[in-house]
């Protein structure tokens, strides 16, 4: 921002249970795919509501379903089934958990925000190869969380049955496949 001639600006990288968090001073906020990790999200946001300035907002991304984001969540299953381990809570904090609109939109709205909006976005992905796309859904934390809990034997089979998959989505040696996220703000 500077670089571009934008002087009156401040940035705070934290995490936000750690955060004391001046209030009433922020023109904005925005979060990256972290509320729905979070342990309280209506509390984080309600921290971060009272840290703007009147009127002013927050846009938090959020991933959507998991049928929404085949591309992560079908190989996170494989990886479960291969593993024998357990589904996520749908309370406990996981990439997918504030992925219906509506408790989004709720959660927003718990905190205190005003004219909370959710918006659907769809990325599209094109990968070169089968091996890039393994790449991809290798160095998703979720999936590096999942795999170290397997065995050598279970990895092996899991990551056979994941490249099957991603092959499947393949236009010759392309991989085309997309993600879904929610995008929803609101006023202070």
Not at 43 to 62: C, E, F
Not at 118 to 130: A, C, H
Not at 142 to 153: G, H, P
């Amino acid at each position: 921002m500077r670089q571009a001639g934008v002087a009156n600006f401040s940035t705070l990288v934290t995490r936000i249970e750690d955060a004391d968090l001046p209030r009433g001073t922020f023109d904005a906020a925005i979060g990256r795919y972290v509320l729905m990790l979070l342990g309280d999200p209506v509390a984080a946001l309600a921290k971060i509501r009272t840290s703007l300035r009147t009127g002013t907002r927050a846009a938090m991304a959020v991933f959507a379903s998991r049928e929404r984001n085949p591309f992560f969540s079908i190989p996170s299953d494989i990886f479960c089934r291969h593993g024998r381990l357990r589904a996520d809570d749908p309370d406990a904090p996981s990439l997918y958990r504030l992925g219906d609109p509506a408790r989004l939109k709720r959660t927003f709205t718990d905190a205190g925000f005003g004219h909370v909006t959710v918006d659907t976005i769809e990325s599209p992905l094109r990968i070169d190869s089968v091996g890039e796309a393994c790449k991809v859904v290798e160095s998703a934390p979720f999936i590096r969380r999942l795999e170290v809990k397997l065995s050598a034997q279970q990895r092996a089979a899991a990551w056979r049955e994941v490249e099957a998959y991603l092959r499947g989505l393949g236009e010759g040696s392309v991989v085309s496949a997309s993600t879904q996220s929610l995008i929803a703000g609101g006023v202070a």
